[in-house]
């Protein structure tokens, strides 16, 4: 699961380097796509959400035009681009500021892993039962 995301960022970052114009667009991962990438969870998911960004938001509307649910890079994927809003889930102060970046291939895409603490809190807001699992999860982990 780890390689198809992977996979599916490069391809997210190659599919949007044409329209870039210099512009970069920030990401902000979180959910089961995240632990996995991330923490090396071992569950799967078909969806890779993001936060919402400030900026770039010309290029997150054509990421989700090519990657997004139904779309056909998505299906080649197996995995489909969600831009969640940062409110909802309620997300902790300065999460941002925690955040670290992560260094990759990428040219147009500036990936940014969250702290664990505030992945955590992400899973609060829903609180379905496999969020409950995650945040478990996440307890469980040595960091």
């Not at 990759?104 to 992945?119: I, R, S």
Request: glycine content about 6%; hydrophobic content about 40%.
């Amino acid at each position: 699961m780890k390689d198809r995301i992977e996979d599916f960022l490069i391809d997210l970052d190659r599919s949007l380097e044409p329209h870039a114009s210099g512009e970069i667009l920030d990401i902000y991962p979180i959910g089961r796509a995240a632990l996995v990438w991330q923490y090396n969870f071992t569950v799967t998911t078909e969806d890779f959400d993001v936060l919402g960004v400030q900026g770039g938001a010309r290029l997150i509307e054509l990421a989700s035009d090519l990657f997004g649910k139904g779309k056909r890079k998505a299906l080649d994927h197996g995995i489909y681009l969600q831009v969640v809003n940062d409110a909802l889930p309620p997300m902790p102060w300065h999460y941002k500021q925690r955040a670290t970046k992560i260094t990759g291939p990428w040219k147009v895409l500036q990936v940014f892993t969250l702290d664990p603490h505030d992945l955590a809190a992400s899973k609060l807001g829903r609180f379905w039962p496999k969020d409950r699992e995650d945040i478990q999860q996440l307890c469980d982990l040595d960091l």
